[in-house]
C-alpha cells in the first residue's frame, strides 16, 4: 500500500475557522419587490422631466438594489458605478473613505441619482457626495435601500430610503459579510453562534 501524502492537498484547514453564523431573515424578497416599485415611483415623478439620469451604484453592495431599480424607471437613463472603500471586511466603519473606483462618464450639468445600499455612520455617502457635487451636477438625489439611523455619526439623509432598520449587521440582496451571502435573495441579519 502507497504512504499517505505527507502534504495534505487541503491547507485551508490551517487558517483560521470562520466564525459560525446564521442569517434570520428581517426583510423578505417579495417586501423589498414591492417597495423597490414604490421608490421608482417617487424617483421616476422627481425627474420626470430629465433629459437623461445618471443613476449611479456605489459598489459593490447596490448591485442587486440599482439592477431591481433602474429597471422600475421609465426614463432615460445611463448607469454609472463608484467604489468607495469604508468597511473593508470587517464589520466596523473606518471612517476614512478613499475612492477605489471613479465614475467613468460626466456629471456636471447632468441629474444624476446615487445608489447606496446602507447608510450606517454616514461617512461614505458624506464623502461620496462632496466629490460628486464638487463636479457641478444639475441635479444630486441619494436612494438608499437601508437605513439605519441609530448609528448615524455625520448628518446625511438619503432623498428616498427603502427601509429604516435597527442596528443589526445584515446581509443579502447584494450586501456582504466578508464578502459572502451577497447571493441571498432577501435581507437577514447575523447572528453568531459561538
Ligand atoms: P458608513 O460609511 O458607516 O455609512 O458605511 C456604509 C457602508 O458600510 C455601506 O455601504 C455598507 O457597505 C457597509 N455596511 C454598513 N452596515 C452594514 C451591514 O449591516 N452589513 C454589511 N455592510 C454594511
Ligand atoms: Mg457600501
Same mark, same amino acid.
Given at each position: #500500500?502507497?504512504?499517505?501524502?505527507?502534504?495534505?492537498?487541503?491547507?485551508? *484547514?490551517?487558517?483560521?475557522?470562520?466564525?459560525?453564523?446564521?442569517?434570520?431573515? #428581517?426583510?423578505?424578497?417579495?417586501? =423589498? !419587490?414591492?417597495?423597490?416599485?414604490?421608490?421608482?415611483?417617487?424617483?421616476?415623478?422627481?425627474?420626470?422631466?430629465?433629459?437623461?439620469?445618471?443613476?449611479?451604484?456605489?459598489?459593490?453592495?447596490?448591485?442587486?438594489?440599482?439592477? /431591481?431599480?433602474?429597471?422600475?424607471?421609465?426614463?432615460?437613463?445611463?448607469?454609472?458605478?463608484?467604489? !468607495?472603500?469604508?468597511?473593508?471586511?470587517?464589520?466596523?466603519?473606518?471612517?476614512?473613505?478613499? =475612492?477605489?473606483?471613479?465614475?467613468?462618464?460626466?456629471?456636471?450639468?447632468? /441629474?444624476?441619482?446615487?445608489?447606496?445600499? =446602507?447608510?450606517?455612520?454616514?461617512?461614505?455617502?458624506?464623502?461620496?457626495?462632496?466629490?460628486?457635487?464638487?463636479? +457641478?451636477?444639475?441635479r444630486l438625489e441619494i436612494c438608499a435601500l437601508l /437605513?439605519?439611523?441609530?448609528?448615524?455619526?455625520?448628518?446625511?439623509?438619503?432623498?428616498?430610503?427603502?427601509?429604516e432598520i435597527p442596528d443589526e449587521f445584515v446581509v443579502?440582496?447584494? =450586501? /456582504?459579510? *466578508?464578502?459572502?451571502?451577497?447571493?441571498?435573495?432577501?435581507? +437577514?441579519?447575523?447572528?453568531?453562534?459561538?
Open positions: #500500500m502507497p504512504q499517505a501524502d505527507p502534504m495534505p492537498q487541503d491547507r485551508t *484547514a490551517a487558517a483560521a475557522p470562520a466564525p459560525r453564523y446564521v442569517i434570520d431573515e #428581517m426583510i423578505s424578497a417579495k417586501a =423589498i !419587490a414591492a417597495r423597490v416599485e414604490t421608490l421608482a415611483r417617487e424617483i421616476t415623478g422627481h425627474f420626470r422631466d430629465t433629459e437623461k439620469l445618471v443613476v449611479v451604484g456605489l459598489l459593490r453592495g447596490s448591485f442587486v438594489f440599482i439592477a /431591481d431599480l433602474v429597471r422600475e424607471l421609465p426614463l432615460p437613463v445611463e448607469v454609472d458605478f463608484l467604489e !468607495a472603500s469604508s468597511y473593508g471586511d470587517a464589520m466596523t466603519s473606518s471612517r476614512e473613505v478613499r =475612492i477605489l473606483k471613479d465614475l467613468r462618464g460626466e456629471i456636471a450639468g447632468r /441629474d444624476v441619482l446615487v445608489v447606496e445600499d =446602507i447608510v450606517d455612520t454616514g461617512f461614505t455617502l458624506q464623502h461620496v457626495m462632496a466629490l460628486l457635487r464638487s463636479r +457641478g451636477p444639475r /437605513d439605519k439611523p441609530s448609528r448615524r455619526e455625520v448628518d446625511i439623509r438619503a432623498t428616498w430610503t427603502g427601509f443579502g440582496y447584494g =450586501i /456582504d459579510y *466578508a464578502q459572502r451571502d451577497r447571493n441571498l435573495p432577501h435581507i +437577514g441579519k447575523v447572528r453568531f453562534l459561538d
